[in-house]
């Protein structure tokens, strides 16, 4: 059914209340763009201050929509009440639609929403698709504590997790049991410690100081215990002599975080109990615990080493212990895809020996 | 029952006279009307349940250092809270119960397309609630509602029960959906054609498919988790070549259409309330029930905005992100909508009203909110804090919950033939509002500056806080009670109503309250959209309704 749509002006009213919701629109904005967001939570690295950066615009753009909303609903709802000398059952403006207005309210967020999504992948790109250079320190969730690895320290720290300032980091996690999420507000950022599977942070620490680390993912009971380990951003001096002072006392044990080496492994030492773990860890986000046919990125692992019908690994060298070793250290490309190296997946020589030993019992 | 699309008065026009007998009648009942209110009355119940959890995660925290309960106990009680809210409250009363009772009568249907599958349906859900709350006897689940193995893995007895009490509600709802959208394909009045469905059936039908393909998702996870946690089949476990992140995918390909089942039909809510107590058509009808099916359909396409922090390959990041902000322009348009339906009204103050009212800010906040979220550097910082748990309580208690109160208020004549007391219900929308946003803004800050959720002690900073949000929170609850001791007094001492007291124009308004079994003598010809106040009724054949004419049951029904 046609209806004639009534004439409809927008009142003074209706312009005056538009005004003074683009003044309160304006001042908050205003606030957003000179609010101390670093005096409340300090800027610890680099990409706090582009995260911190789109957050002023959300929360900019965000409180004048807001304002706009609220604004004109209330200024509706007292306007266009029912007046004490209206009749009981007095209608409004019968108006159904309008064109222009629709057009214009469909058109006006989606432009907003192609600037912020532009706007998010600038920054989006900055901190996924970082290059991964500089310090190579690995984190390792566990039920209720985190551990830190070091390059050429040996074993797990414990207590705290130190850098220093101003040099490029590339941060591993990965978890020993559960999930887990590494977050340092200070940071911003957040990643999962998923088991079987690597995350990476990349950034530069900027701010010396103390911040702590939250799990910000349930990990069981004492969940809410995993706040009370550090990271601390030392100046370079001070780094050095903490690094020193781990690696001398660190010394007697033997699973450094690596640099990628073709040192010879021992595979003697190989204990298949701490591979089974390390690769719940760190392999089975790739591969099955199953037949070789049995391919999630990589092929499946059951009896790699002792499968007849399949002699080769997948880079036509025979499968032997040597050879897996050297897979792992190198990494592997090709048909079947791509794994990466030893630094890569935080695996030391022991790391491997343990790993080939455990995958020598899969039959 | 002959079903023949040619029959007069649109298919099914045929009386079955009314079962007689409390148990026929009022427990396994196949009246979408009883249905409806079983459903309501059931979620409601399981919601002083869940909200007496809330209150216990309430007083727990008003102490950085916990100690009310221990963490394990803590953990065990916002799991069920979560659950219960989600699956036992809101999906439910807004499908299965407002939606059975309103969107038959609205599209002058006799019954759904299926009254006996939707008596099943109902009665998968209250052994399913009673299930999950026995898992509080054996250990109850403690992963919360996401229940993310391997953690869950980890988990008691409970948690299985927890699979399955869930299947079993999903089961339910999944066969709502079916019937649901078969009625509103099949069942609609002769000359409600798509143009002319009250934005209300626009709103189930939309969320009708989500249900049942969502769902089935769910099932399969839940299934899933149940194999493993019961026989050792590996899904989930990684040590023994499973992948957590399965879990995550599965459930979020259900749980975020879920967000959509729990607010579209409070959309279709809201599209009714505006209209009736502003006087005036609905503005932009069209973009309203376009924008119901748009977000229908983009809501199973961000999933994976809730997984920015697992460890999705890059590149796979994007394209959820841009979905996920590209719902904001249907919502946005529905928002828009509703503020120009009350410009130019003569707004009547109902109760109802001013739920719906405080809906739009709220529910606003809730949407801007989400947008923060989508963007992934900032879902970076707020992932896992108290800042999603601000969220998503704007997004349900602002948004679903503040809707089924304004539903509640307009359709309870209906239900009842009664009024609730408007003057206690005023009381309730000031006090909810008041406790609700003093709950749950400071949320936001909180999350940003690091606390957690889902931890049964904290910082010690955050203590003040956390006490504030505690004592709006009993406020809440107190509004809360006082809306239930309305709805009790109301069904016995309630001033009547008459059959539209709103004088509100779609079809369930035009038939007596409570309506008969029957719903219509004569299945009523529909000749226009109902939004025209300017115009008279636009429906013919309903001049028997309110009349003592006999009821037209063929001789031999049965």
């Known amino acids: ?363 | 029952m002959a079903v023949t699309a040619s029959q007069p008065g649109g298919i099914a026009d045929h009386i079955h006279p009314e079962p007689q007998g409390f148990i026929r009648k009022y427990v396994f009942s196949i009246d979408h009307k009883i249905i409806g209110i079983q459903y309501i009355v059931t979620s409601f119940v399981f919601m002083v349940l869940g909200g007496l959890l809330a209150e216990l995660i309430r007083i727990q925290l008003m102490n950085a250092n916990g100690g009310f309960m221990t963490p394990d106990t803590y953990n065990e009680v916002y799991t069920i809270h979560g659950s219960t809210m989600v699956w036992l409250v809101i999906v439910p009363m807004v499908t299965g119960g407002f939606g059975n009772f309103v969107f038959p009568l609205q599209i002058g249907a006799r019954d759904v397309a299926f009254p006996w599958l939707n008596m099943v349906s109902f009665w998968m859900f209250p052994p399913a609630g009673l299930l999950l709350y026995a898992s509080f006897l054996v250990g109850a689940p403690v992963a919360g509602w996401t229940e993310y193995p391997p953690v869950s893995l980890q988990g008691g007895p409970g948690t299985s029960m927890w699979c399955a009490a869930i299947f079993l509600v999903g089961v339910g709802t999944t066969l709502t959906g079916i019937n649901f959208l078969v009625t509103a394909l099949k069942m609609r009045a002769p000359g409600m054609t798509f143009t002319r469905m009250p934005l209300f059936v626009w709103a189930q039908f939309a969320t009708a498919p989500l249900v049942m393909i969502a769902t089935t998702a769910l099932a399969a996870a839940l299934a899933a988790l149940f194999m493993e946690r019961q026989f050792g089949v590996p899904f989930y476990d990684p040590t023994k070549g499973g992948s957590p992140l399965l879990w995550q995918h599965m459930f979020w390909f259900y749980s975020h259409p879920a967000v959509y089942i729990m607010i579209l039909p409070v959309f279709g809510i809201i599209s009714e309330v505006f209209p009736t107590f502003a006087r005036k058509p609905i503005f932009g009808y069209k973009m309203i029930a376009f924008s119901s099916i748009s977000i229908a359909l983009l809501g199973f396409m961000v999933w994976a905005h809730h997984m920015f922090t697992s460890g999705l390959a890059p590149f796979l990041q994007l394209p959820f992100m841009i979905m996920t902000m590209v719902i904001a322009i249907p919502t946005g348009i529905k928002v828009f909508s509703w503020l120009a339906t009350l410009w130019g009204g003569k707004i009547q103050y109902t109760t109802a009203m001013l739920f719906a009212i405080a809906f739009i800010a709220t529910f606003t906040l809730g949407g801007i909110s989400g947008v923060f979220l989508a963007a992934i550097p900032f879902d970076l910082w707020a992932h896992g804090t108290y800042f999603i748990v601000a969220h998503i309580h704007y997004v349900l208690v602002g948004g679903s919950l503040t809707g089924i109160f304004a539903g509640m208020f307009y359709w309870y004549p209906k239900m009842t033939g009664r009024f609730m007391n408007e003057t206690l219900g005023r009381w309730t929308f000031w006090l909810f509002v008041i406790g609700l946003n003093g709950t749950f803004v400071p949320m936001h800050w909180l999350g940003l500056m690091g606390m957690p959720r889902r931890v049964a002690e904290y910082d010690p900073q955050f203590q003040t806080i956390n006490r504030v949000e505690s004592l709006f929170s009993f406020v809440m609850t107190f509004a809360i009670l006082l809306f239930f001791i309305n709805a009790l007094w109301s069904i016995r001492h309630g001033k009547r109503a008459g059959h539209n007291p709103w004088h509100a124009r779609t079809l369930e308004w035009q038939i007596p309250s409570p309506p008969p079994y029957y719903n219509f003598k004569h299945i009523p010809t529909v000749l226009a959209n109902p939004y025209a106040f300017d115009e008279p009724v636009p429906y013919a054949g309903l001049e028997d309704e309110l009349t003592d004419s006999p009821v037209p049951i063929p001789a031999g029904a049965h």
Not at chain 1, 20 to 35: G, K, Q, T
Not at chain 1, 38 to 43: H, I, R, V
């Open chain 1, 1 to 363: 059914m046609e209806h004639r749509e009534p004439a409809v002006h927008l009142g003074r009213g209706f312009w005056s209340v538009t005004f003074a919701l683009a003044i309160v629109a304006a001042l908050s904005i205003y606030a957003w763009v000179v609010a101390p967001i670093a005096g409340w939570l300090p800027e610890a690295a680099n990409k706090a201050q582009q995260i911190d950066a789109l957050f002023r615009f959300l929360a900019a753009s965000g409180t004048a929509l807001f304002v706009f909303v609220v604004g004109y609903l209330l200024y509706f709802a007292i306007a266009f009440r029912r007046r004490a000398n209206d009749p009981p059952d007095a209608l409004g403006v019968q108006i159904h639609d309008n064109n222009a207005l629709e057009f214009w309210w469909t058109l006006i967020p989606t432009v907003f929403l192609v600037i912020l999504v532009v706007f998010s992948i600038k920054i989006w790109a900055g901190i996924e698709l970082g290059p991964n250079t500089g310090l190579t320190v690995e984190a390792i969730g566990h039920q209720w504590y985190f551990t830190f690895r070091y390059p050429q320290i040996n074993g797990e720290i414990t207590n705290a997790m130190h850098l220093p300032v101003g040099q490029p980091v590339t941060l591993r996690l990965t978890s020993a049991d559960v999930i887990h999420s590494f977050w340092v507000p200070g940071m911003r950022m957040k990643a999962d410690m998923v088991p079987g599977l690597i995350n990476t942070l990349h950034f530069t620490p900027k701010r010396v100081g103390r911040y702590q680390i939250i799990c910000a993912e349930f990990c069981g009971t004492l969940h809410g215990e995993m706040d009370k380990q550090w990271f601390v951003v030392d100046p370079p001096v001070k780094y050095a002599a903490w690094y020193d002072a781990w690696q001398k006392k660190n010394s007697t044990a033997s699973n450094a975080l690596p640099v990628q080496s073709n040192a010879r492994v021992a595979f003697g030492a190989g204990d298949a109990k701490i591979g089974k773990q390390l690769f719940s860890q760190k392999c089975t986000a790739c591969h099955a615990l199953g037949p070789f046919s049995q391919r999630i990125v990589g092929p499946g692992l059951l009896g790699v080493l002792h499968d007849p019908a399949h002699p080769n690994l997948v880079n036509g060298d025979k499968a032997t212990r040597e050879n897996v070793a050297e897979i792992l250290q190198n990494g592997y490309k090709g048909d079947m895809g791509q794994m990466p190296n030893q630094t890569a997946n935080a695996l030391s020589n022991t790391d491997i020996a343990n790993l080939v030993a455990y995958l020598n019992t899969l039959k």
